[in-house]
């Protein structure tokens, strides 16, 4: 059974960091884009990160760019997501998610195959 796994939110005050992991485990990972959605309170889930499995390349929301590095750890197959200069507006459910036939590093949902539960990020003014 495929399951992923997040964890690493909490609260934290603007201008602060936070490291998120997606912990994968049920299949093999190592051709899949991993992505990290988010979704605040009354919006939509929107895309963050994504990253190749195969080659760590990776693509950024504008949004995070700058801020945000998505990167993993083949031995632990984990993904994580270091958070940096957080500000209000980060504040959300932050999901991972598993493509497992990519095309490209895609940011839209559909594309993705697996889902985590989510892990709450709440950036405090």
């Known amino acids: 059974q495929v399951q992923l796994v997040e964890s690493g939110g909490g609260l934290v005050q603007a201008g602060g960091s936070l490291r998120l992991s997606c912990a994968a485990s049920g299949r093999t990972f190592s051709r899949d884009v991993m992505g990290w959605f988010r979704q605040a309170p009354g919006k939509e889930r929107e895309f963050a990160a994504a990253i190749r499995w195969s080659d760590s390349s990776t693509y950024y929301a504008d949004s995070v760019k700058g801020r945000f590095t998505i990167f993993r750890d083949n031995a632990k197959s984990t993904v994580y997501l270091q958070m940096n200069s957080l500000k209000p507006e980060d504040t959300a459910v932050y999901y991972c998610?598993?493509?497992?036939?990519?095309?490209?590093?895609?940011?839209?949902?559909?594309?993705?195959?697996?889902w985590g539960q989510g892990t709450q990020v709440t950036v405090s003014s």
């Open positions: 998610a598993a493509d497992q036939r990519p095309r490209t590093l895609s940011m839209r949902e559909y594309e993705y195959d697996y």
